[in-house]
């Protein structure tokens, strides 16, 4: 265990104000005594969370990713076991060539098991495989009292629940054991299809959920009238296709700083828009492509979220239960319109009907919409406070993974049982986004 300064989040919101950072590595069977004689500790897997929740502001934090070993993996059933630390990046290359798949991959490869659970993250196969706390077997929870626990849905179940989708809050997981997903090999035959306003979108959604694993639909957030809401849907199921070379690591591009302003505006946006929609329409169709840039594109350029300046982004994700979502959406995107704040990354996406894995996750039956806006302070808040009146008013809910800005009041209405999660919090584990969304509620 070694000290090491500085782990953020990924919008770049509000970097490296913890008091003290530890490193946890192989065979760390104890929580640090400088962890537990702190007002409070909590885990870091890769700060992939864009806001607060992986954040713990004048205390500590304690990085899992040196707690990475492979424990153990049988290619015959498929049943996976390993430390919290390990990348999806670094379980995907040891698993593809044995023909099995992570059972949910969210956008980017570079996030933990860990941060996998505690986030209960979703994916393109939402709508099939529901999120990733529904294909865990079992977890060990190492509480602050010393205690051990193996967590299953038959044994500490309560725990299990809370644990999965629990933010880290209620202990150090230290292994984790899930079962993967059979594929063919390490390709994707993709199916690209245009929708011209959003309700084609809407009428489309179904049938290719029907036909394929894997949906996710880009759209245009800054288009209107007749247009609006204009998108591609891309579609894939796992394929063989041994001839496909993957595309070569290391030879990430990369945004090598961070300006000191954003280089992300409106005029630019609309650009991007109208020239990436035109491309996709007109390559429309299928393909066999590697699932790496079919899976996770944002990774091509490394540190990508440096285009957003000092000032960092936000990342605004809901869903809006089935009946609501239309509208709502339609009304959100009326909004981003008129605040001229736009976003490159606009993505839409049908989830199944399978019940959340754990207490606070976040995916469940509905539509949920993910946008990023570049942080210009009051008028950014503005936008997000308006957006959330609409999901508020719709029944739906905002992913606490990606927010550093929700109210209590908020928080509170979209997440009622926090406080079952609230009481099964181990007592030495807080976080900034937790203490910020319990504030003054009681
Ligand atoms: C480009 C991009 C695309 C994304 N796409 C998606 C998507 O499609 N779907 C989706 O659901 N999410 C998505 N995310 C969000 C990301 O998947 C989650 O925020 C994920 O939890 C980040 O994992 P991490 O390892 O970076 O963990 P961190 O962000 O560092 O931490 C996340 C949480 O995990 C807890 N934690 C980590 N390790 C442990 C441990 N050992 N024990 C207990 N708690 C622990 C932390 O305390 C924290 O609460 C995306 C993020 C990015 C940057």
């Known amino acids: 265990m070694t000290e090491e300064p500085r782990y953020g989040s990924w919008g770049g919101l509000q970097e490296g104000r913890s008091r003290r950072e530890l490193r946890l590595a192989w065979r760390d069977d104890r929580l640090p005594e400088e962890a537990l004689s702190d007002s409070s500790c909590l885990c870091h ?6 806001g607060d929740s992986c954040l713990n502001d004048g205390a500590t934090l304690m990085s899992t ?23 999806i990046k670094e379980l995907l290359e040891i698993t593809v060539p044995h023909g099995w798949f992570s059972p949910v991959v969210p956008g980017t ?14 994916g393109k196969n939402h709508h099939l495989a529901g999120s990733f706390g529904s294909h865990v077997l079992s977890f060990e929870l190492l509480r602050s009292d010393g205690s051990r626990l193996t967590c299953s849905e038959s044994e500490n179940p309560e725990l299990f629940r ?13 292994r984790i054991r899930f079962r993967l997903k059979h594929v063919p090999g390490a390709h994707i035959e993709q199916e690209k299809h245009v929708f011209r306003n959003l309700s084609q979108f809407f009428e489309m959604t179904e049938e290719l959920e029907n036909r394929f694993e894997h949906t996710v639909a880009w759209i245009d957030c800054l288009s209107k009238g ?13 394929a063989s296709g041994s001839s496909l070379k993957a595309p070569r690591a290391g030879l990430l591009r990369s945004v090598p700083l961070t300006p000191p302003f954003t280089l992300v505006n409106a005029p630019m946006i609309r650009a991007f828009n109208e020239v990436y929609f035109q491309k996709n329409a007109l390559s429309a169709g299928s393909s066999l492509i590697h699932h790496r840039p079919f899976f996770f594109p944002l990774d091509g350029v490394e540190n990508w979220n440096r285009i957003y300046g000092r000032r960092g982004f936000h990342q605004y994700q809901c869903v809006i239960p089935h009946g609501a979502a239309e509208d709502a959406i339609g009304d959100m995107l009326k909004r981003i319109r008129r605040s001229r704040a736009g976003s490159f990354l606009a993505v839409l996406k049908r989830m199944g009907s399978q019940k959340p894995a754990g207490i606070l996750s976040f995916s469940r039956p509905g539509v949920t919409l993910a946008l990023d806006f570049s942080n210009h302070g009051a008028p950014t808040l503005e936008l997000l406070e308006d957006l959330d009146r609409i ?23 979209y997440y009622p049982q926090w406080r079952e999660l609230e009481r099964l919090r181990d007592p030495a584990f807080n976080s900034s986004f937790w203490r910020r969304v319990t504030k003054d509620l009681s």
Do not use: W
Not at 162 to 174: K, P, Q, R, W
């Open 162 to 174: 809370g644990t999965i989708g629990g933010l880290g809050l209620t202990g150090l997981i230290t």
């Open 45 to 50: 897997g890769n700060g992939r969370s864009y």
């Open 65 to 87: 990713r040196g707690m990475d070993r492979v424990i153990d993996f049988d290619p015959a059933t498929g049943a996976f076991e390993c430390e919290p630390g390990l990348l």
């Open 226 to 238: 007749r247009s609006l809401g204009r998108g591609i849907m891309m579609c894939g199921n796992h």
């Open 109 to 122: 490869q570079f996030v933990t098991i860990g941060g996998a659970v505690a986030n209960d993250i979703h």
């Open 391 to 413: 999901t508020r008013s719709s029944g739906g809910v905002v992913y606490c993974a990606k927010d550093a800005r929700m109210s209590p009041e908020s928080f509170q209405s």
